[in-house]
């Protein structure tokens, strides 16, 4: 059974960067166009970028325009959303999944802006 594997959070200060990294278990994610996803601490899960399945088009919220850039690389299997000039408004549990969000969520992985 695909289970969707993130990694690569942590606590990072303002101003800094991190790259997360999305993965599947049991499957390949080549076919589907894929969505990084955060959930902020009392707040709904909400959409932050996706990207085709060709790497053709990608997509990004207002919010991280210009600061974050997703990518995939087909022979490691994986999503890549690098973060850039991250703000405390970051802040939350990112998980990545198909853009229509069909599959099991995995646990995600805690990003935490702070100083």
């Known amino acids: 059974q695909l289970q969707l594997v993130e990694s690569g959070g942590g606590l990072v200060q303002p101003g800094g960067s991190l790259r997360l990294s999305c993965a599947a278990s049991?499957?390949?994610?080549?076919?589907?166009?894929i969505g990084w996803f955060r959930q902020a601490p009392g707040k709904e899960r909400e959409g932050v970028s996706c990207i085709s399945s060709s790497s053709t088009n990608t997509y990004y919220a207002d919010s991280v325009k210009g600061r974050f850039t997703i990518s995939r690389d087909s022979t490691k299997k994986t999503v890549y959303l690098q973060m850039n000039s991250l703000k405390p408004e970051d802040t939350g549990v990112y998980y990545c999944n198909r853009v229509d969000q069909e599959l099991p969520w995995g646990q995600g992985t805690q990003v935490t802006v702070a100083s």
């Open positions: 049991g499957a390949t994610l080549d076919y589907y166009a």
